[in-house]
């Protein structure tokens, strides 16, 4: 869906006179249109509005823990949506090192070998593509790399909503005992919240969907 059909797609516009440089363009474009339309088409779903609000309540716990401040639901829920190591960027960064390679690798191939080079190349783009999102968080404090990753962080907003607060609640106890794990000290927090949430304090309809 996000590569083979683009790519088969795309290859009419050669009848039409287009240079393998157009040819790719008009596919990343697609790429792109169809990425966007699919994400946009599932958060309508209620499920997924729901699940939305969890992932918005990682980043606000994420961010919380961060920036130094307390692990508590009345802090959390303070903080942005946004966070700039989030997979939905990833994806974004993706679908960006995909044009370049295929641009420089594979556009003058004949269609069938076009699309059949998207698997032996997936692993080369994913790896580019993780290291660019860990360079530019790891510089994020520089205002040129925000220039840049500004695209992929207004990206976010299709993939997390406003949570309520058993989000945020069910967040903070997932990250907690994580933190404890791995020997972090922890600062300010939410004590119930430490050894877990109680399975009677999350939405029974949320309780199943982890397990689908």
């Known amino acids: 869906l996000f590569f083979v059909l683009p790519t088969f797609v795309a290859s009419f516009s050669e009848r039409f006179g287009a ?14 249109g ?8 599932i958060s309508l779903l209620p499920d997924v509005k729901r699940l939305f609000g969890y992932h918005g309540a990682e980043h606000k716990t994420i961010n919380a823990y961060e920036a130094g401040a307390p692990l508590t639901v009345d802090r959390v829920r303070e903080f942005t949506l946004i966070h700039p190591r989030c997979g939905t ?5 993706v679908l960006l090192i995909n044009f370049i390679v295929s641009f420089l690798l594979v556009r003058d191939l004949p269609l069938i070998w076009r ?3 998207h698997i032996p190349l997936i692993p080369l783009i994913a790896a580019i593509s993780y290291e ?6 790891a510089n994020y404090h520089r205002a040129w790399v925000r220039v840049l990753v500004a695209p992929s962080l207004a990206f976010q907003k299709l993939t997390t909503r406003e949570p309520d607060d058993t989000m945020i609640a069910v967040a903070i106890a997932a990250l907690l005992p994580v933190l404890a794990s791995d020997g972090v000290t922890l600062g300010e927090h ?16 949320d309780a199943q969907q982890a397990f689908v």
């Not at 169809?34 to 088409?41: C, K, P, R, S």
């Not at 960027?89 to 960064?93: D, H, T």
């Open 89 to 93: 960027s990833f994806l974004l960064v």
């Open 34 to 41: 169809i990425f966007v339309g699919y994400i946009g088409g």
């Open 132 to 137: 660019l999102l860990r360079l530019s968080a």
């Open 19 to 32: 240079t393998p440089t157009i040819r790719e363009a008009i596919k990343s474009v697609l790429q792109l």
């Open 190 to 205: 939410d004590p119930a919240l430490a050894g877990g949430l109680p399975a009677e304090s999350v939405p029974l309809a």
């Open 115 to 117: 699309i059949l080079s």
